[in-house]
């Protein structure tokens, strides 16, 4: 069975600046991708950033990117020049090439940006 | 716009009451998928449909039920054997099962409490 972990409850960070949430994960797959989502106070769940194993180049979106370490199992998310709008929990999530679809996800790490 | 519609918003159930939650997509995506979200922790799997009138057991299935008779539509009911159906619920979906590693969209959730 596939297993994500976050190891960071709680983060926060002063507007603009940067901050980094960490993701680790244990498979045996070879084949699989991993996703960021997005949970504001809302409680929607937003797509942040997708990345696909296979691809050695690390996933970018604006202001986020991704620190993919394939041995290493760890998919870190990083948010440059943090905004107030930033504020949520993050979740990182796992999903087999193969499982059409599903995904399995970590415990979350509550984001808060600071004016 | 295409999307997830989950309906009601809130809902509230009596000891020994069945609820259902309603979940529908126009998105034509295939799989459907019904989380359940308590405070503070991550999403974790009900159950899942890869396509019509077939659905799987996730990790938490148990006093749970669903029906997939049309592909817009994945209603879950929350049976009296589940005893402790106080949660968020997520419905998602993805495009077809052909095209694997698709990001899951999500609906904007019921939030459920016993009276």
């Known amino acids: 069975a596939q297993t994500v972990t976050q190891s960071q409850p709680e983060m926060s960070v002063q507007e603009a600046e940067t901050v980094t949430l960490s993701c680790t994960y244990d498979t045996s797959e070879n084949n699989y991708y991993l996703f960021w989502y997005k949970q504001p106070p809302s409680r929607q769940m937003i797509l942040v950033i997708r990345q696909e194993a296979y691809k050695q180049q690390n996933a970018t979106e604006n202001r986020f990117s991704v620190n993919f370490q394939k041995a290493a199992k760890s998919f870190s998310l990083k948010i440059s020049d943090s905004q107030l709008g930033d504020t949520a929990m993050y979740f990182c999530a796992f999903m087999i090439g193969t499982s059409y679809g599903k995904l399995t996800f970590g415990q979350g790490t509550i984001l808060t940006v600071h004016p | ?115």
């Open chain 2, 1 to 115: 716009d295409g999307g997830i519609t989950q309906s009601p918003k809130y809902l509230f159930r009596k000891e020994g009451q069945n609820v259902t939650l309603s979940c529908e997509q126009n998105l034509n995506h295939d799989a459907m998928y019904w989380y359940r979200q308590d405070p503070g922790q991550g999403l974790r799997l009900i159950y899942y449909s890869q396509i019509v009138n077939d659905f799987q057991k996730g990790d938490i299935a148990e006093g749970y039920s669903v029906s997939r008779e049309k592909k817009e539509s994945f209603p879950l009911t929350v049976t009296s054997a589940q005893k402790n159906p106080t949660a968020f619920y997520l419905c998602a979906s993805t495009p077809t099962r052909d095209r694997m590693g698709q990001p899951q969209h999500f609906g904007d959730g019921t939030r459920l409490s016993i009276l």
